[in-house]
Each structure stands twice: as structure tokens, then as C-alpha cells.
């Protein structure tokens, strides 16, 4: 008995020399003394010991000699310490005397680590300090601990994000998609967190992941239903493809689904007319694809608020009266079937012009009433003006179309 008794009375006093130091804040002394005392097997099942590692770890955590990444790994031994102590003795005394306060000052730690290096751009060092602080919350929310009436939120959101976008910018995508998928699959839907579902979009959209892409992109569309985003990531995949029968039908699809959207309409018409009139090969349905872009047009330009579609419309018809005349120019001969087939296609000719006026003077009347003009629509203006002079022109009416060139020099010295 003498003897058990002496020898706990060595371990104490050894303790009591350590926690000594440590509050003498010699807290590198206390470091070496408590890793001392722990090498020795005699020692090994101390649990009191842990708990005073842990302690001491993480007052040497904050020394200002040591690293961030010195810091946080003194910080993680010290949150397995800790755990150790609680493993080893049920009762926990240490812990319930100051109200678990240790695993919130960890927490506490970390989070001041991680947002310092965001703050230098060490962003693999921010992200390690926003992870480990998640895991320390994550723990101490488990066993429902709360300090001084403070309790961690059921998910802690700005945490998460933290950790997501120091991942990001620290090149870890892996890491970035975890942390952006655990907010996502939460639903939230405050403005702040639309770049969330953004990320992950054109995440899964790079990876061609189609399974996950429509996933998030109906989740997005349902969670932000008057953000464009969603459906011009749908057209940039299809864009993609170079497929242009499934690109038109894309748009036909949004403008069912989007009746009162001017962009679907507007952009499938600037589709079409780049495939008619700019592409290097003439499209083999050149006319049923002009005859769509004169009905989409229609569409368009009642929703436009400017005056693009009805630019693109005069263009549009002014290339398409002139097939007309080119095709007419090409028939020879002075046979009665030559001779009426010319004649036809003048008779279309004037129809396409007179069908195209009504879009180019909407236009003229639209720059007229601007107060002032931008280089751009100086530049439309007076190229309106001279498709409605070769109109008036071609329709024998000199005077008309003398008064539009007169209008267009007008516009050039302003």
C-alpha cells in the first residue's frame, strides 16, 4: 500500500509541475513535458494527461513563432487529445468544470487561422482552418454541447461557403464541389447563394456530367425561376454540339416554355440569319429557313423594346429581295417560259421590298426620336436610310428615295 501510494504521488507531482508551467504560460515547457510524460508506457492510460495535452497543445497553437500550418496541426492533435480524455474517462470532470469551453475555443482558433490566410491569399492554408473548424463544430453540435447559452445552427451556412470558395480559389476543385453540393442539397435560395448552384453548373457542365448537370439546372431554375442563367447554360451545351437543327429546335423549345421572353425569339433569329446570310455555305433549306426568320422576327419584335429586331428584320428581307433580283438576272433567254419566269421573280422582288418598308421606316422613326445618337445607332440609322433609298429606287418612285439620301447626308454631319 505504501508503495501504490508513492508512486501516484510521483504521477501527480509531475502533472502538477506540468499544468504549472502552463499557467505560467511556458507553454513550449509544458509542451515538452507533457510529450515526456506520455512516451513513457507507464503513462499511457492517464486519461487526466490528455486532457492537459490538449490543453497545452492548444495554447502553443497560438504562439506567434509558430506557422499556420504548425498551428493547426497542434490544433488537431489537441481536438484528438481531447476526445482521447473523453473515451478514456466517462465522468469527464475536466471538461464538465469549464463547460466543454475548450472544444469552442478550437473552434474559435481555426476559424481566426483561416480567415487571417484568406486574407494573404494562402487560400490551401484558409481552407485546411475553415474544414478543420467545420469538424470541430460538427462534433461539438453531435454531442449538443453550448457555451455560456451559444449553440452551433444546425448548418452553418457562411461556414460552409467560407470553406467552399477558400477551396476554389486554392485550386481544389475536389474539395470546392463538396462543400458547394452540401449547400445546394440543403435547397437554399437567398440571393447570396445563386452562385452556389452557378458553380456547381458549370462545374458538371465542363465535366459533361449530364445527369448531375440537369439536376442542378432544374433545381436552379426552381430556387431562381426570373434568373436567365439556367436556360443559357442549356443553349451553350447545345451550342456546343454545332448540331444547328437541334440548336433551332433549343430555341423553339424556350420560346414554348418562355412565351413573353423577347431574348428567345430575338437570338434564334440572329441564329437563322447567320446561317443564311454569313455562314460560308449557303444552307440547302435556305428558303424555308428564310421564311422562319421572317415568322420569328414577328415574334420578336413586338416583345423588343429597342429597335434590334426590326433592324434585323430590314436586313433580313432586304437580302432576301435581292436573292429575287440576283436569281432574275440569272435567267437568259427569250423564250416565253424565260420571260415570265424573269418576270416572276421581279413581281417577288417588289413584294419582299414593299414587305420589308413598313420595318425600315419603324426604324427611321425610332432614330428620329432618340435625342441624342451613339456611334453604333448613327451607324444603323444611316444604313436604313439607304436600304430605303435602293427601295424607293427600285420601285421607280426617284423622288422617295432622293428625300432618304438627303435625310442620310443629314445624319452623317451630325
Given at each position: 500500500?505504501?508503495?501504490?501510494?508513492?508512486?501516484?504521488?510521483?504521477?501527480g507531482?509531475?502533472?502538477?509541475?506540468?499544468t504549472?508551467?502552463?499557467?505560467?504560460?511556458k507553454?513550449?515547457e509544458?509542451?515538452?513535458?507533457?510529450?515526456?510524460?506520455?512516451?513513457?508506457?507507464?503513462?499511457?492510460?492517464?486519461?487526466v494527461?490528455?486532457?492537459?495535452?490538449?490543453?497545452?497543445?492548444?495554447?502553443?497553437?497560438k504562439?506567434?513563432?509558430?506557422?499556420?500550418?504548425?498551428?493547426?496541426?497542434?490544433?488537431?492533435?489537441?481536438?484528438?487529445?481531447?476526445k482521447?480524455?473523453?473515451?478514456?474517462?466517462?465522468k469527464?470532470?475536466?471538461?464538465?468544470?469549464?463547460?466543454?469551453?475548450?472544444?469552442?475555443?478550437?473552434?474559435?482558433?481555426?476559424f481566426?487561422?483561416?480567415a487571417?490566410q484568406?486574407?494573404?491569399?494562402?487560400?490551401?492554408?484558409?481552407?485546411?482552418?475553415f474544414?478543420?473548424?467545420l469538424e470541430?463544430e460538427?462534433?461539438v453540435?453531435s454531442?449538443n454541447y453550448?457555451?455560456?447559452?451559444?449553440?452551433f445552427?444546425i448548418l452553418d451556412?457562411?461556414?460552409?461557403?467560407?470553406?467552399?470558395?477558400?477551396?476554389?480559389q486554392?485550386?481544389?476543385?475536389?474539395?470546392a464541389?463538396a462543400?458547394?453540393?452540401?449547400?445546394?442539397?440543403?435547397?437554399l435560395?437567398?440571393?447570396?447563394?445563386l452562385?452556389?448552384?452557378?458553380?456547381?453548373?458549370?462545374?458538371?457542365l465542363?465535366?459533361?456530367d449530364?445527369a448531375?448537370?440537369?439536376?442542378?439546372?432544374?433545381?436552379?431554375?426552381?430556387?431562381?425561376?426570373?434568373?436567365d442563367?439556367?436556360?443559357?447554360?442549356?443553349?451553350?451545351?447545345?451550342?456546343?454540339?454545332?448540331?444547328?437543327?437541334?440548336?433551332?429546335?433549343?430555341y423553339?423549345?424556350?420560346?414554348?416554355?418562355?412565351?413573353?421572353?423577347?431574348?428567345?425569339?430575338?437570338?434564334?433569329?440572329v441564329?437563322?440569319?447567320?446561317?443564311?446570310?454569313t455562314?460560308?455555305?449557303?444552307?440547302?433549306n435556305?428558303?424555308?429557313?428564310?421564311?422562319?426568320?421572317?415568322?420569328?422576327?414577328?415574334?420578336?419584335?413586338?416583345l423588343?423594346?429597342?429597335?434590334?429586331?426590326?433592324?434585323?428584320?430590314?436586313?433580313?428581307?432586304?437580302?432576301?429581295?435581292y436573292?429575287?433580283q440576283?436569281?432574275?438576272?440569272?435567267?437568259?433567254?427569250?423564250?416565253?417560259?424565260?420571260?415570265k419566269?424573269?418576270?416572276?421573280?421581279?413581281?417577288?422582288?417588289?413584294?419582299?421590298?414593299?414587305?420589308?418598308?413598313?420595318y425600315?421606316?419603324?426604324?427611321?422613326?425610332?432614330?428620329?426620336?432618340?435625342?441624342?445618337?451613339?456611334?453604333?445607332?448613327?451607324?444603323?440609322?444611316?444604313?436604313?436610310l439607304?436600304?430605303?433609298?435602293?427601295?424607293?429606287?427600285?420601285?421607280?418612285?426617284?423622288?422617295?428615295?432622293?428625300?432618304?439620301?438627303?435625310?442620310?447626308?443629314?445624319?452623317?454631319?451630325?
Amino acid at each position: 500500500m505504501m508503495l501504490l501510494f508513492s508512486s501516484a504521488a510521483g504521477f501527480g507531482q509531475k502533472l502538477e509541475d506540468i499544468t504549472k508551467l502552463e499557467n505560467a504560460n511556458k507553454h513550449k515547457e509544458a509542451k515538452a513535458g507533457i510529450d515526456k510524460f506520455l512516451s513513457d508506457p507507464k503513462n499511457a492510460n492517464e486519461a487526466v494527461a490528455y486532457f492537459y495535452k490538449g490543453k497545452i497543445y492548444n495554447s502553443v497553437s497560438k504562439d506567434s513563432s509558430v506557422t499556420p500550418e504548425e498551428a493547426m496541426k497542434l490544433k488537431t492533435d489537441a481536438f484528438e487529445a481531447f476526445k482521447k480524455y473523453q473515451q478514456m474517462d466517462a465522468k469527464e470532470v475536466n471538461f464538465i468544470l469549464e463547460n466543454h469551453g475548450s472544444y469552442f475555443d478550437l473552434y474559435n482558433g481555426y476559424f481566426d487561422i483561416a480567415a487571417k490566410q484568406f486574407g494573404k491569399k494562402n487560400f490551401t492554408a484558409s481552407f485546411e482552418g475553415f474544414k478543420n473548424a467545420l469538424e470541430v463544430e460538427d462534433f461539438v453540435r453531435s454531442k449538443n454541447y453550448e457555451y455560456g447559452g451559444f449553440k452551433f445552427p444546425i448548418l452553418d451556412t457562411s461556414l460552409i461557403l467560407n470553406a467552399a470558395i477558400a477551396a476554389n480559389q486554392a485550386k481544389d476543385e475536389a474539395n470546392a464541389v463538396a462543400y458547394y453540393r452540401k449547400l445546394a442539397d440543403a435547397n437554399l435560395s437567398a440571393e447570396q447563394y445563386l452562385s452556389v448552384y452557378q458553380f456547381l453548373t458549370e462545374y458538371y457542365l465542363k465535366k459533361n456530367d449530364d445527369a448531375n448537370l440537369t439536376a442542378i439546372l432544374e433545381k436552379g431554375r426552381t430556387l431562381y425561376p426570373q434568373d436567365d442563367y439556367w436556360t443559357d447554360v442549356e443553349m451553350e451545351k447545345v451550342s456546343k454540339s454545332g448540331n444547328k437543327a437541334a440548336i433551332i429546335a433549343k430555341y423553339e423549345e424556350l420560346m414554348k416554355r418562355y412565351p413573353s421572353k423577347y431574348t428567345y425569339p430575338y437570338n434564334l433569329s440572329v441564329e437563322l440569319y447567320n446561317q443564311l446570310y454569313t455562314a460560308d455555305n449557303r444552307p440547302s433549306n435556305a428558303i424555308a429557313l428564310q421564311d422562319k426568320l421572317t415568322e420569328t422576327l414577328k415574334l420578336a419584335i413586338p416583345l423588343d423594346k429597342g429597335v434590334d429586331s426590326k433592324m434585323l428584320m430590314t436586313r433580313h428581307l432586304y437580302n432576301y429581295a435581292y436573292d429575287f433580283q440576283d436569281s432574275s438576272k440569272k435567267v437568259k433567254g427569250a423564250k416565253p417560259e424565260d420571260i415570265k419566269r424573269r418576270k416572276d421573280l421581279k413581281d417577288m422582288f417588289i413584294k419582299k421590298i414593299d414587305e420589308c418598308i413598313p420595318y425600315a421606316e419603324g426604324a427611321v422613326t425610332y432614330f428620329a426620336a432618340l435625342p441624342t445618337l451613339r456611334p453604333i445607332q448613327k451607324a444603323n440609322y444611316k444604313d436604313v436610310l439607304d436600304i430605303l433609298s435602293q427601295f424607293y429606287a427600285a420601285k421607280g418612285d426617284l423622288k422617295k428615295s432622293q428625300e432618304y439620301d438627303k435625310k442620310k447626308e443629314e445624319v452623317g454631319k451630325m
